[in-house]
């Protein structure tokens, strides 16, 4: 006599696949020597860790939530350009404002980087690490072709 299969019948075991996806990390920047990446790519996506407004000095800006805001997407677009990427192939953008009254100063300030067809986005309020007004992450489309 034959055992028993284990498995019920009809049921199919998944196929596995060796992904051929290449992890790739960016550094640019990391100022503060913090354990994370600037970014990784995996594929045709780039993932941009959270960028404040901080300049070359590694101070924040001053000047308010609006100049915050072009620091940060300029430290992003230095990023991005390592990667072969503009602010043009950001896909999405998540904002972490610490102060929910800057939500109509940041919305101004981010007009101006993306006056046509912006990124989809989530804007929340919480407490950074750092005494900053705002914090920005974006994930990227980077074609192979580039």
């Known amino acids: ?23 790739t990390t960016i550094n640019v920047q990391n100022l503060e020597g913090l354990p994370l990446s600037d970014a990784i790519r995996f594929g045709d996506l780039l993932f941009v860790s959270g960028m404040v ?14 100049a915050e805001t072009r620091q940060a997407f300029r430290n992003i677009a ?38 046509t067809d912006p990124p989809a986005r989530i804007s929340m309020v919480a407490g950074l690490t750092i005494d900053a007004l705002v914090e920005i992450d974006v994930v990227a489309g980077v074609s192979n072709r580039r």
């Open 1 to 23: 006599m034959g055992r028993a299969s284990a498995e019920p019948v009809g049921v199919r075991r998944p196929i596995l696949r060796e992904a051929k996806l290449k992890r």
């Open 53 to 66: 407004g901080m300049d070359e000095g590694g101070s924040v800006v001053e000047g308010g939530i609006a």
């Open 78 to 115: 230095e990023v991005l350009a390592a990667a072969g990427a503009t602010l043009s192939d950001v896909l999405k953008v998540n904002v972490i404002l610490t102060r929910a009254e800057d939500f109509a100063a940041f919305n101004a300030a981010y007009r101006e980087i993306f006056p």
